[in-house]
C-alpha cells in the first residue's frame, strides 16, 4: 500500500478536529471521481502541468487519460513494456486533494459525512458532531499491486480472520474480515499492474468492485459501496501468452487507452535527459547516438516486435557509457605522473561499443538470431552513429581529419586513451572548431569535450568510408588511411 519505512505527513494545525468544525467549514463530501475531476479541471484552468515527469504523451496518450478522468470512467492502459504506464498510473494521485477527512481507526478510510461500516454509523450517530476526525494525505490514498499468478481473493477483496474467529467473534460478525488491498485503498487510486498476469478466477472477484462498487467475502451479506478509482496496467492481449483479461472484466472498464514509445528522436532525448542517472559527463551528440540505437533496435527485423524495447533501454545505455568515462577517468588518474592534470569524466562515442554485451539481455531476439545477437546490436549502433554523424556535421568540410592520414600516419583512440594524448596526435586541424560547434560543445571546450568531438568525427568518417579503422588486441582504436 505504501512505501516501507515511509512517514505519514503531519497535517496542518488549522485543519477542523471534529465533525462539528467539519461542516462549519464549508466541506462537502465529494467522490473520489468528483474530486479528481474538480482538481483537474482546476489545474486546466490555472495553466498548471497535470502530469509532471510524463514525456512524450502530451497529444496523444494524455488527453485520452484526461477525458477518461473527467467522465469518471475506471481505466487499462495498454502497451508494450517500458512505455510509462507504471509512471503515468502513479502520477494521478497528485490530483487527489492534499488532505481528506477520515474516521480515526477506521480501515476503509471512512469520510466522517459518509461511514460504510455498522461501527462507524454507530460511533457518527453516538457522537454527533463532537467525533473526533483524522486527515489523511493523499500519498496514502494510493494503492498498488503486481498482479501475479499466487494471488488471491483474499489479498485483493478481503478474507475471514481466524485470530478475531478465535478471540469468540462468530462467523456473521462482520467484524471477524480481514479486508484486503482494494478496500483498504477506499476513498483513493488502486492500480493493478500486468493485469492479465491475474488467474482469471481472481479477475471475476473484481467485477463487482467495478460495476456495482461494493465486495462480497466468503458469502457474507456485506455490502460496502467502495469509492476508488481502479486502474490497470496491461501488455496488449495479442502479444502475450502469460494470460488475457477476461470480456466481463474488459467490458467493465470504462476506457482502455493505448500508450506508445516515443514518437520521435527529440522525445526519445528528452526521456533519456529525465529519466537517466549520470555518473559523468555524456555530451549532447552520444546521447543521440544512443537515442537513435534504441529507436533502431526497436525498428529492426532481427527483434521480436510483440516484447518491444523499453524505454529503460536507452536509459541504461546512457548510463552505460557515463560509466564507461568515469571508469577511464579513474584509470588515468591512476597511471597519470604526480603533477599532471587529472582526467575529467567525458563520455565518448567508443564507450558506447560496451552496451551492445551488457544490454542484450534487455531485448527480445527473433529465433533464427540466436548466437548473432550481440553481432546485431552493433551493427545498429554503428548505424545510429552513422545517422548523426550525417545529422549533425552534414555539409561541413572535414578534409583536414583526413589529411592526417594521408601520408601514411595514423591516430590512435580507445578506451584507455587520454584527451591529452588524443588531442596531441591531431594538432591543430582545419574545421575541428566548427565541427565541436555543431556538435553542442561551445566555443571553449575542455580538452576531454574537444577529445570527444575528435573521436566522433574520427568515427564518422570511419562509417562514411573516409578513413580506415583497426582495433588492436590492447583495445585500442586506431585510424588511419583506406587502402
Not at 488502486?190 to 468492485?209: H, S, Y
Not at 456485506?222 to 470480456?247: F, H, K, M, Q
Not at 550481440?374 to 583536414?400: K, P, Q
Request: cysteine-free.
Amino acid at each position: 500500500m505504501t512505501a516501507p519505512n515511509q512517514v505519514s505527513p503531519v497535517p496542518p494545525a488549522d485543519l477542523p478536529g471534529t465533525l462539528g468544525e467539519l461542516r462549519t467549514s464549508g466541506h462537502h463530501y465529494r467522490t473520489v471521481k468528483q474530486e479528481i475531476r474538480d482538481n483537474l479541471l482546476a489545474r486546466m484552468r490555472s495553466g498548471e502541468e497535470r502530469f509532471p515527469g510524463i514525456v512524450g504523451y502530451e497529444d496523444t496518450v494524455l488527453p485520452e487519460v484526461e477525458r477518461a478522468l473527467l467522465a469518471g470512467h475506471d481505466m487499462v492502459l495498454l502497451g508494450e513494456r517500458g512505455q510509462g504506464k507504471t509512471r503515468l498510473i502513479r502520477s494521478l494521485g497528485a490530483l487527489l486533494d492534499e488532505w481528506t477527512p477520515v474516521i480515526p481507526g477506521s480501515v476503509l478510510n471512512e469520510h466522517p459525512m459518509h461511514p460504510l461500516t455498522p461501527a462507524s454509523r454507530a460511533l457518527v450517530a453516538e457522537a454527533g458532531d463532537e467525533l473526533p476526525i483524522g486527515w489523511l494525505h493523499r500519498s496514502m490514498r494510493y494503492g498498488e499491486k503486481l498482479a501475479t499468478p499466487d494471488t488471491s481473493v483474499g489479498d485483493l477483496i478481503g478474507d475471514v480472520d481466524p485470530i478475531r474467529i478465535a478471540q469468540g467473534r462468530t462467523l456473521g460478525d462482520p467484524e471477524t474480515i480481514h479486508f484486503g488491498l482494494v478496500p483498504r485503498t477506499n476513498r483513493g487510486i488502486f492500480a493493478v499492474n500486468e493485469l492479465p498476469d491475474l488467474a482469471e478466477r481472481i479477475q471475476v472477484a473484481l467485477l463487482n468492485v467495478l460495476e456495482e462498487r461494493d465486495i462480497q467475502v466468503r458469502g457474507y451479506q456485506l455490502r460496502l459501496p467502495l469509492d476508488l478509482l481502479l486502474v490497470a496496467s496491461a501488455n496488449p492481449e495479442d502479444y502475450t501468452n502469460r494470460g488475457r483479461i477476461i470480456t466481463p472484466l474488459k467490458d467493465r472498464f470504462g476506457a482502455e487507452i493505448r500508450t506508445h514509445y516515443p514518437v520521435d528522436l527529440e522525445l526519445e532525448l528528452a526521456l533519456i535527459r529525465q529519466e537517466a542517472d549520470l555518473v559523468a559527463d555524456v555530451p549532447e551528440h552520444v546521447l543521440e547516438v544512443l537515442a537513435r540505437f534504441a529507436r533502431a533496435v526497436r525498428e529492426s527485423p532481427s527483434v521480436d516486435p510483440r516484447s518491444g524495447v523499453s524505454a529503460r533501454f536507452a536509459i541504461a545505455a546512457a548510463e552505460t557509457v557515463a560509466a564507461a568515462a568515469l571508469r577511464r577517468a579513474g584509470l588515468l588518474a591512476g597511471s597519470a605522473p604526480d603533477g599532471v592534470r587529472a582526467e575529467a569524466a567525458v563520455a565518448r562515442v567508443g564507450d558506447a561499443v560496451s552496451v551492445t554485451s551488457t544490454l542484450r539481455g534487455k531485448v527480445e531476439f527473433e529465433s533464427g538470431e540466436e548466437g548473432r545477437e550481440i553481432e546485431v546490436l552493433a551493427h545498429l549502433l554503428r548505424t545510429a552513429t552513422a545517422e548523426t554523424f550525417r545529422a549533425r556535421l552534414a555539409g561541413l568540410d572535414l578534409s583536414g581529419f583526413t589529411g592526417l592520414v594521408a601520408e601514411g600516419a595514423v591516430i590512435e583512440t580507445g578506451e584507455l586513451v587520454s584527451s591529452a594524448e588524443l588531442l596531441r596526435q591531431v594538432g591543430t586541424v582545419p574545421g575541428l572548431a566548427k565541427a565541436l560547434d555543431r556538435l553542442g560543445l561551445g566555443d571553449a571546450p575542455t580538452p576531454e569535450e574537444a577529445a570527444a568531438g575528435v573521436e566522433f568525427v574520427l568515427e564518422g568518417l570511419h562509417l562514411t568510408r573516409r578513413l580506415g579503422k583497426d582495433v588492436t588486441e590492447s583495445g585500442r582504436t586506431v585510424y588511419g588511411g583506406r587502402g
